[in-house]
């Protein structure tokens, strides 16, 4: 459902949208949003690394001033899944919890009156129904309207007064979302100094969801109230905010796998500075073109084809994706160069999927590093207490996954999802087409600069709806489930 909608994998009858103005009061800030994983500490669903694989698959299915947002959550493989985030809507505000998805363009929400929404959440929150009737602010879009008719492209031509401008998006697991689009008031939260906030409202149009199907209307857990679209087209809230004045089209995040949490902000991030390699260009992702992969700092003998250097290939980042997904062949020479290291290991399949062996020294010394190198001169060095990651004391599992996902061509690409970007500050510069990360940590603080008035203000990691308690409590039992269910797998251990 959420995370990055992949190629011909998804229909979605919201086309691009052409530039269009977006009334609103706001004016130029820092914008602040707190980011919840969706198995969060203390949760108690089951978390097996064959549910973390069905995760990623159904995502593989599916600012002139600055906006953080605050994050939760955590990106260890055997912990990790959706990230969401609070925003309020309408007047009076109400509070609405929605996926953050760097993947599809559009905000909605479920509303009043919907079809199949779900009632309940496992994710610890409180789900709200928008009710467009209690808002005095709110108000339909028409058919008539530019933005219904840039948005379908004329798919109205006989457009009858009082008629409301529809959506319906399906995504690659199956599940879809439909109902009608409404301008309404946001509510965000913009700095106003160094790690404080003041609310900033501005008016932008999101998705009334009537009808949902699939896992959006019949799971529970990982039910919210819908999804916060960052995606590049005009119609995701990035866009609408840019286009109204009120934010520069540029966003960062930094994922925290050690606390939880971290970083997501909108806006111009001036420090730490990153080195940057340029995204492919009318791509519905984020992608970059990749050079070259070592391992151990010996260059692969890969054929181009394979990195993809062509204009409307390269390789995905995806934040909203656990592992790392690589074509055969070069899975292959990755891991057979990973493993050559330690020839003595006595590898297990655990779930019919994962690659595990046990090993009680430090695999930082043991291990060779993996670094992809983009065009630009951007390295991504990869330790191998990142592509490894621990199931018991002495057991460890790769993270590499052995597939690349198809483009509309059928040739292979290759996905680096939150396995590679943890602990990493990575910007997407929307407005120059530029990508850039470097290590970092995601509990500390990053700049960005108010383009209006020129201050800078630091804007802080976040773990929302986390007490330092169930921070320390949850961390320990978060992980119990898993292992229970792995331990049997290493009886010969």
Request: hydrophobic share 35%.
């Amino acid at each position: 459902m959420g995370g990055l909608r992949l190629l011909a994998l998804v229909v979605v009858t919201v086309a691009v949208v052409h530039q269009w103005a977006v009334g609103g009061g706001g004016v130029m800030g820092n914008f602040v949003f707190e980011v919840e994983n969706k198995f969060k500490a203390g949760g108690e669903r089951e978390r097996t690394l064959s549910a973390l694989k069905q995760h990623d698959a159904r995502r593989h299915g599916r600012m002139m001033a600055s906006i953080d947002l605050e994050l939760g959550g955590n990106g260890h493989p055997s912990a990790t899944g959706l990230y969401f985030t609070k925003v309020g809507l309408g007047t009076p505000t109400d509070e609405y919890y929605v996926q953050v998805d760097t993947g599809s363009d559009l905000l909605w929400v479920n509303c009043a009156g919907c079809s199949r929404c779900p009632t309940k959440s496992d994710l610890g929150i409180k789900l709200t129904l928008f009710d467009p009737s209690k808002s005095s602010t709110s108000g339909e879009i028409a058919c008539s309207d530019n933005f219904c008719r840039t948005t379908y492209n004329n798919r109205y031509p006989s457009c009858s007064p009082g008629v409301r401008c529809e959506y319906v998006v399906t995504y690659g697991d199956g599940s879809s979302t439909s109902g009608y689009f409404v301008r309404d008031i946001i509510q965000l939260n913009q700095a106003s100094g160094n790690l404080k906030t003041a609310p900033l409202n501005s008016s932008v149009i999101f998705g009334c969801g009537n009808r949902q199907s699939g896992d959006l209307g019949s799971s529970t857990d990982a039910a919210v109230d819908g999804i916060l679209g960052f995606g590049q087209a005009n119609s995701s809230l990035l866009s609408q905010l840019a286009a109204a004045g009120n934010v520069r089209k540029e966003f960062a995040h930094c994922l925290d796998v050690v606390k939880g949490g971290g970083i997501f902000a909108i806006g111009d991030v001036v420090s730490p500075k990153v080195k940057t390699t340029p995204m492919v260009p009318n791509m519905p992702h984020y992608n970059v073109i990749l050079e070259e992969v070592e391992v151990g700092g010996n260059p692969l003998d890969l054929p181009t084809s394979l990195l993809g250097t062509g204009d409307e290939r390269g390789t995905i980042i995806d934040s909203g994706t656990t592992l790392a997904y690589l074509p055969p062949m070069l899975y292959d020479l990755v891991l057979s160069q990973i493993l050559d290291r330690q020839p003595g290991l006595k590898m297990h399949t655990v779930e019919e999927q994962f690659s595990c062996f046990q090993f009680s020294k430090n695999v930082d010394d043991a291990f060779p590093t993996v670094t992809f190198k983009f065009k630009g001169s951007l390295s991504l060095t990869v330790y191998p207490h990142e592509y490894l990651f621990q199931i018991r004391e002495d057991v460890w599992c790769i993270g590499w996954q052995n597939g690349g996902l198809q483009n509309h061509d059928g040739r292979q690409m290759i996905l680096l999802g939150d396995l590679v970007l943890s602990n990493k500050l990575v910007v997407y510069d929307v407005q120059n087409q530029t990508i850039g990360w470097t290590d970092f940590n995601c509990s500390s603080s990053i700049k960005l600069r108010d383009e209006k008035s020129g201050a800078e203000y630091s804007i802080g990691g976040h773990n929302l709806l986390s007490s330092a308690f169930n921070l320390t409590v949850g961390r320990i039992f978060m992980f119990l489930p898993v292992l229970f269910a792995l331990l049997q797998n290493f009886s010969a251990f």
